[in-house]
């Protein structure tokens, strides 16, 4: 997208908090299926001739996998017994037996669909994160109180914060209670943090960039030119923020 449409773009981008080329593509797209990311195909195993038998083995009430590999070996199956635990795993949860197995999520996933709002997170994120809290107590528990920090944040009302800590250090985990210490010892600047709209974010962002141009330039130049490029830098910076 050029000229007016580009910018138009990059305003639907920072609106829905998407990158430029994605929302570019679905403005392209003809029709619904363009824009909907194609599962990739089920590769053939030498376990697809017994599913049908797992499957109704399953039915008849045999939901143990070694026992399921023993009779499948039996009928000249040669393959681990983890394919048929892996199998019969969907079984587990109501699903097919052929449901193809779901990667799971990386903690640095499952802390980012945490702290983002959910009115920002994808569907797909919703649904996994949601099966995690209804299976994870402790992560149901932080996931609370990562929202009720963000309300108040969102509405710039520190009133609550005293109840907050008290919270993370009831919480019997280690890592929210030894957070609940930290920020007890700076308290009166966390509340300046909430109720005020200064932060040290710009600061973060400059000290972000001297950190990129020094693994960019290391050995490849002296002061002047680094000094030339950060300031150019921080030029572009307050030009398009």
Known sequence: MGGAGG?????????????RRTVGKYARAATWQECVRRAPSRRPTSLD?????????????????????????????????????????????????????????????VARWITTAPSRRSLHATEVLRRLLEHCPELAL?????????AMLHAGDATLLTGWLEQLEASRLPALASLATALR????????????????????????????????MAGRAGVP?????????AHLRRRYP
């Open 7 to 19: 910018r138009i773009g990059h305003a639907a981008a920072r609106r829905l908090g998407l990158n």
């Open 49 to 109: 001739p017994y599913l049908e038998y797992l499957r109704q083995r399953w039915e008849e009430g045999e939901h143990t996998a070694t026992v399921l590999h023993q009779e499948i070996v039996a009928k000249g199956y040669r393959g681990h017994y983890q394919r048929v635990k892996m199998a019969i795993a969907p079984l587990r949860r109501g699903l097919p037996i052929d449901t193809p197995r779901e990667r799971s999520p990386s903690p640095r996933q």
């Open 142 to 150: 932080t996931y609370d109180l990562v929202r009720q920090f963000a």
């Open 185 to 216: 010892e700076d308290q009166p600047a966390v509340v300046q943090g909430i109720t005020t709209p200064f932060n040290s974010g710009v600061n973060e962002g400059r000290i972000t960039d001297l950190k990129l141009q020094k693994r960019i």
């Open 225 to 233: 030119l680094l000094r030339h490029r950060v300031i150019l830098m």
